[in-house]
């Protein structure tokens, strides 16, 4: 997949597709004509669309496997626990969607009415949106350019009928790429909250997360903070802990020390969270005692605390 330069100056710079770093990226000629998302009249539409939503959470990661769509629906599980609380939850993983298999809802379908597709909803208050509800079979590959990936998250972001909710996480591809770039531009009139960060410890992640910390920067995205993935294993039977990926260069703590990011939480291995999801079941239900639980309920009540305080729209929140 066509990346974004490094040193992109973002579609609103006066440079938007004039700088040396645009040489040779395919949305050049899109920047420099002016004619990007910021033009584009779905941006308002969206925007009125979004009135319905209180707060709106990026799941990113600069690299895959590191447990994005795990976090995100559990996410989405903790937060639905509150019957009270209305969640939607979006994978605009276009082409690797595995939040239908991880909440389990493999099968499903879309349908249509005449205020747009309704999301397929797992519980009253928890509904879910994916491309993998939109395919014949979970085996088909997606096979598209990046147009045809910003149509359907154009299309998801507008024509999705989440009615009143109170939290929407958006599930996102590794990278820095076509998705992101859509998903933050198309919602910027919209206001989000923030993004929160997934690593494991070890360096080769940490090196493509320093890479997603630095793209938020550079599209004015507030950093909610950053998850570690996979922190140590304690061993169910004598409670030792054991480094499977040690932090080499200090884990995400250092990073996040180094940087001046919070640090929401480090989620320790445990083999019924793959399990869990395998069977499209909540590993917070399934293991409620178990040390990766209590730190994902720190973490998602450090998420709440972050979205209750945030700032009228327009304003930097802080650790952004």
Avoid at 118 to 133: A, I
């Amino acid at each position: 997949m066509e990346e974004v330069p490094h040193d992109c100056p973002g579609a609103d710079s006066a440079q938007a597709g004039r700088g040396a770093s645009c040489q040779g990226c395919p949305n050049q000629r899109l920047c420099a004509s002016g004619a990007g998302a910021a033009s584009d009249p779905a941006i308002e539409e969206i925007k009125e669309k979004m009135k319905t939503v209180k707060h709106k959470i990026l799941v990113l990661s600069g690299k895959g496997g590191v447990g994005k769509s795990t976090f995100s629906a559990h996410l989405a599980h903790g937060l639905a626990e509150d019957e009270n609380t209305q969640v939607a939850l979006l994978d605009i993983d276009i082409c690797g969607p595995s939040i239908p298999k991880i909440m389990g809802l493999e099968g499903e379908q879309v349908h249509q009415s005449g205020s747009g597709w309704s999301p397929v909803f797992l519980e009253d208050n928890l509904g879910v949106m994916s491309v993998g509800f939109l395919l014949s079979s979970p085996d088909d590959a997606v096979i598209w350019r990046g147009p045809k990936k910003n149509g359907m998250i154009k299309q998801f972001l507008r024509d999705v009928d989440w009615g009143e909710v109170d939290y929407l996480i958006v599930d996102t591809p590794p990278g820095t790429s076509d998705e992101h770039l859509s998903v933050v531009q198309y919602l910027a009139a919209a206001h989000i909250d923030g993004a929160v960060i997934i690593t494991t410890p070890q360096e080769v992640s940490l090196q493509d997360v320093r890479k997603e910390i630095s793209f938020c920067h550079k599209v004015k995205l507030p950093i909610i903070g950053v998850v570690e993935n996979m922190s140590g294993f304690i061993c169910p039977k004598c409670q030792k802990e054991s480094q499977i990926f040690p932090p080499t260069t200090g884990g995400a703590e250092a990073m996040c020390q180094d940087l001046k990011i919070p640090l929401l939480g480090k989620v320790p291995l445990d083999p019924r969270i793959g399990k869990s999801c395998d069977k499209g079941q909540s590993f917070l239900v399934e293991a409620p005692d178990s040390p990766a639980t209590v730190t994902y309920r720190s973490i998602i009540q450090r998420i709440q605390e972050f979205c209750s305080q945030r700032l009228p729209e327009g304003e930097n929140l802080v650790g952004s």
